[in-house]
């Protein structure tokens, strides 16, 4: 059986929508677990008015929080596989099928994830047998630069997080998910399939959106304890900031921190490529690095003729010859 986990915050304009697409699954052996967390708008209407006896409806006496809420969901579940659900979002009517069936089929996968598809798109056809799993030493790779996964894709066999006493950490807010991945790739394998099960919507009040102060700071918290866990390395503070400036490619660097990236960046990567506690993708993983360096000095270019010759000092022969040309045009033409 899979438990699926949604937390509803004020989710009226789009709960409709989103219940409809979990209990119109074709897969269906599940239990629907909604945490009403505090809605002061229509959602408890909404909820109510389904009589569906898969559905176990939950009503938080005040707003607590989706760190809070979905631990409570965790404690409620019954399954043997977790899901998680936005309600915002539409799953592919064939979601739970297909993640049930990739994960029986591959007992050592822990947690999995999908693509996505916005709102002005169609979900593609598919062949069961042919699903492509994204390797997990991409995933890893991926974990030291951005979240690996998004939230309200992934399965999750639950006796993994009951077997490594794993929650989502109340030290992360807004950054909860993150945190449950990187704890997890220590312990289990984590990957995605290349194929959308679910048509993800954006909007201005998203967390991304909303508290992306707070998340790029707890998620960067998270990626540093990890990083020092798992590899012979010790960050500073100005390297912390360095660090993730290239994971947002922010676009406030200071010269003295540029002049201190090469530094940064020959330690992190030789930390990373020689550590053997987790698997990557040594290949991908430097692609990776390079390419966000790179887009760094271009976010940068107001710093002018000293980023260029910092960068030509540096990286000159690290990036393509149209990342030079870029950032020259950019700095001087300023285009």
Same mark, same amino acid.
């Given at each position: 059986?899979?438990?699926?986990?949604?937390?509803?915050?004020?989710?009226?304009?789009?709960?409709?929508?989103?219940?409809?697409?979990?209990?119109?699954?074709?897969?269906?052996?599940?239990?629907?677990?909604?945490? $009403?967390?505090?809605?002061?708008? $229509?959602?408890?209407?909404?909820?109510?008015?389904?009589?569906? $006896?898969?559905?176990?409806?939950?009503?938080?006496?005040?707003?607590?929080?989706?760190?809070?809420?979905?631990?409570?969901?965790?404690?409620?579940?019954?399954?043997?596989?977790?899901?998680?659900?936005?309600?915002?979002?539409?799953?592919? #009517?064939?979601?739970?099928?297909?993640?049930?069936?990739?994960?029986?089929?591959?007992?050592?996968?822990?947690?999995?994830?999908?693509?996505?598809?916005?709102?002005?798109?169609?979900?593609?056809?598919?062949?069961?047998?042919?699903?492509?799993?994204?390797?997990?030493?991409?995933?890893?790779?991926?974990?030291?630069?951005?979240? #690996?996964?998004?939230?309200?894709?992934?399965?999750?066999?639950?006796?993994?997080?009951?077997?490594?006493?794993?929650?989502?950490?109340?030290?992360?807010?807004?950054?909860?998910?993150?945190?449950?991945?990187?704890?997890?790739?220590?312990?289990?394998?984590?990957?995605?399939?290349?194929?959308?099960?679910?048509?993800?919507?954006?909007?201005?009040?998203?967390?991304?959106?909303?508290?992306?102060?707070?998340?790029?700071?707890?998620?960067?918290?998270?990626?540093?304890?990890?990083?020092?866990?798992?590899?012979?390395?010790?960050?500073?503070? $100005?390297?912390?900031?360095?660090?993730?400036?290239?994971?947002?490619?922010?676009?406030?660097?200071?010269?003295?921190?540029?002049?201190?990236?090469?530094?940064?960046?020959?330690?992190?990567?030789?930390?990373?490529?020689?550590?053997?506690?987790?698997?990557?993708?040594?290949?991908?993983?430097?692609?990776?690095?390079?390419?966000?360096?790179?887009?760094?000095?271009?976010?940068?270019?107001?710093?002018?003729? #000293?980023?260029?010759?910092?960068?030509?000092?540096?990286?000159?022969?690290?990036?393509?010859?149209?990342?030079?040309?870029?950032?020259?045009?950019?700095?001087?033409?300023?285009?």
């Amino acid at each position: 059986m899979v438990s699926v986990l949604m937390s509803v915050f004020n989710g009226g304009d789009y709960l409709n929508e989103s219940i409809s697409s979990i209990l119109n699954q074709t897969y269906s052996d599940f239990e629907l677990i909604i945490i $009403n967390d505090g809605s002061i708008d $229509n959602s408890e209407e909404i909820i109510l008015a389904y009589k569906d $006896n898969r559905i176990r409806y939950f009503k938080n006496d005040q707003n607590r929080g989706l760190i809070f809420s979905l631990n409570k969901g965790l404690s409620e579940s019954n399954g043997d596989y977790i899901v998680r659900m936005d309600a915002d979002d539409v799953c592919h #009517p064939d979601r739970f099928k297909i993640l049930f069936y990739l994960m029986e089929k591959n007992q050592d996968i822990s947690i999995m994830g999908s693509s996505v598809i916005d709102f002005s798109s169609y979900f593609p056809s598919y062949n069961l047998s042919s699903i492509e799993l994204i390797d997990f030493k991409i995933i890893n790779s991926i974990a030291f630069f951005n979240c #690996p996964l998004l939230h309200p894709t992934v399965i999750i066999r639950f006796d993994f997080l009951k077997e490594n006493n794993l929650l989502y950490d109340s030290n992360y807010i807004h950054a909860e998910d993150n945190a449950l991945w990187l704890d997890s790739i220590k312990k289990g394998k984590v990957l995605s399939i290349d194929y959308p099960l679910l048509k993800y919507r954006r909007h201005p009040d998203q967390v991304s959106n909303i508290h992306n102060k707070t998340q790029h700071i707890n998620s960067t918290k998270k990626r540093v304890e990890f990083l020092e866990s798992i590899a012979d390395i010790k960050l500073s503070e $100005n390297e912390i900031n360095i660090y993730r400036s290239i994971c947002y490619k922010y676009d406030d660097l200071t010269m003295s921190e540029f002049n201190n990236i090469n530094r940064f960046i020959i330690k992190f990567e030789n930390s990373i490529l020689n550590q053997e506690y987790i698997k990557i993708d040594k290949r991908y993983f430097s692609k990776l690095l390079y390419n966000r360096v790179s887009l760094l000095y271009l976010r940068n270019s107001h710093l002018g003729f #000293p980023l260029l010759i910092n960068y030509f000092s540096n990286f000159m022969f690290n990036f393509k010859i149209f990342t030079s040309l870029k950032l020259i045009r950019r700095i001087v033409y300023g285009i």
